[in-house]
């Protein structure tokens, strides 16, 4: 109903609120999910009146949200739909995201990763002190897909934290890179701007073919302007060239091409 009400829903707008936020405390845990999910779509219509009316018995409920195992995922999912209202409440927010990213029992949250990334998308650089404070325990977690796309919105909303996110990313790929193919751990190599330095970083937990795949497609993709990688794809790319598993030797093969290309390409241009 709220998606395709239009003017009847901007002239009731009172009335529907009111009796969706009635529900907010409803005793079945399936009403409550689905009347939390409404939240963001009653603030979209009017932005403010929903701010100045109801954002913070709204807040209030979320954050009480968060607060239950079972419900926080939902929770995390609205604050990055209503990440534009959400300024002056964003030390409270960054406690329950580095709760929940980095929990002291069980796996991180992807939905408070993604959260990081929608609101860095609304709020730009607004947020950058409170990401600053996510980075380390984002990194803490496996490589995944979620977080990866969380960086590429972090580093496109917030400029200056890209070279931070670029060596904590090489620090990161190169480490499930040398511990997937060499038996026994060993230093890796960390990219600075124009240089290569000798780091050991926190590796990841590894997931096989599966996750050195990934680690590979986004050496590959991701935004490492102002890196010379050719060295380092020397050290930690080519070895997949000759890998048992023809998936992971054609994005070892695309990866180490790309970063060639991008090497020449940043010799023409100067």
Same mark, same amino acid.
Do not use: W
């Given at each position: 109903?709220?998606?395709?009400?239009?003017?009847?829903?901007?002239?009731?707008?009172?009335?529907?609120?009111?009796?969706?936020?009635?529900?907010?405390?409803?005793?079945?845990?399936?009403?409550?999910?689905?009347?939390?999910?409404?939240?963001?779509?009653?603030?979209?219509?009017?932005?403010?009146?929903?701010?100045?009316?109801?954002?913070?018995?709204?807040?209030?409920?979320?954050?009480?949200?968060?607060?239950?195992?079972?419900?926080?995922?939902?929770?995390?999912? %609205? *604050?990055?739909?209503?990440?534009?209202?959400?300024?002056?409440? @964003? $030390? +409270? #927010?960054?406690?329950? =995201? !580095?709760?929940? /990213?980095?929990?002291r029992r069980g796996r991180?949250?992807?939905?408070?990763?993604?959260?990081?990334?929608?609101?860095?998308?609304?709020?730009?650089?607004?947020?950058?002190?409170?990401?600053?404070d996510l980075l380390d325990?984002?990194?803490?977690?496996?490589?995944?897909?979620?977080?990866?796309? %969380? *960086?590429?919105?972090?580093?496109?909303?917030?400029?200056?934290? @890209? $070279? +931070? #996110?670029?060596?904590? =990313? !090489?620090?990161? /790929?190169?480490?499930?890179?040398?511990?997937?193919?060499h038996s026994m751990p060993?230093?890796?190599?960390?990219?600075?701007?124009?240089?290569?330095?000798?780091?050991?970083?926190?590796?990841?937990?590894?997931?096989?073919?599966?996750?050195?795949?990934?680690?590979?497609?986004?050496?590959?993709?991701?935004?490492?302007?102002?890196?010379?990688?050719?060295?380092?794809?020397?050290?930690?790319?080519?070895?997949? =060239?000759?890998?048992?598993?023809?998936?992971?030797?054609?994005?070892?093969?695309?990866?180490?091409?790309?970063?060639?290309?991008?090497?020449?390409?940043?010799?023409?241009?100067?």
């Amino acid at each position: 109903m709220c998606r395709n009400t239009g003017e009847f829903m901007m002239s009731r707008y009172r009335e529907v609120a009111k009796i969706v936020l009635r529900y907010l405390e409803h005793r079945d845990r399936l009403v409550r999910l689905s009347i939390t999910s409404l939240l963001p779509r009653i603030a979209h219509f009017l932005r403010d009146r929903f701010v100045s009316n109801y954002l913070m018995i709204c807040m209030n409920h979320i954050l009480h949200v968060l607060k239950i195992l079972a419900e926080r995922a939902s929770g995390f999912i %609205v *604050l990055g739909e209503m990440a534009g209202e959400l300024t002056n409440y @964003l $030390p +409270t #927010i960054t406690s329950h =995201l !580095l709760d929940a /990213i980095a929990p002291r029992r069980g796996r991180p949250s992807l939905e408070a990763l993604a959260c990081v990334g929608n609101i860095a998308k609304a709020m730009g650089p607004t947020m950058e002190p409170h990401v600053r404070d996510l980075l380390d325990f984002m990194f803490s977690s496996r490589l995944s897909l979620t977080l990866v796309e %969380v *960086l590429e919105q972090i580093t496109e909303s917030i400029p200056p934290l @890209l $070279p +931070t #996110i670029q060596n904590q =990313l !090489l620090e990161c /790929i190169s480490a499930i890179l040398s511990r997937s193919y060499h038996s026994m751990p060993r230093q890796s190599a960390s990219v600075s701007r124009g240089h290569i330095t000798t780091v050991t970083p926190q590796v990841p937990e590894l997931s096989g073919s599966t996750l050195v795949q990934l680690a590979l497609r986004t050496l590959a993709r991701f935004n490492f302007k102002g890196h010379d990688l050719l060295e380092f794809a020397r050290e930690f790319v080519v070895v997949y =060239l000759e890998d048992k598993d023809g998936a992971t030797r054609k994005d070892a093969a695309l990866c180490y091409y790309k970063l060639v290309a991008n090497y020449f390409s940043a010799i023409s241009s100067t």
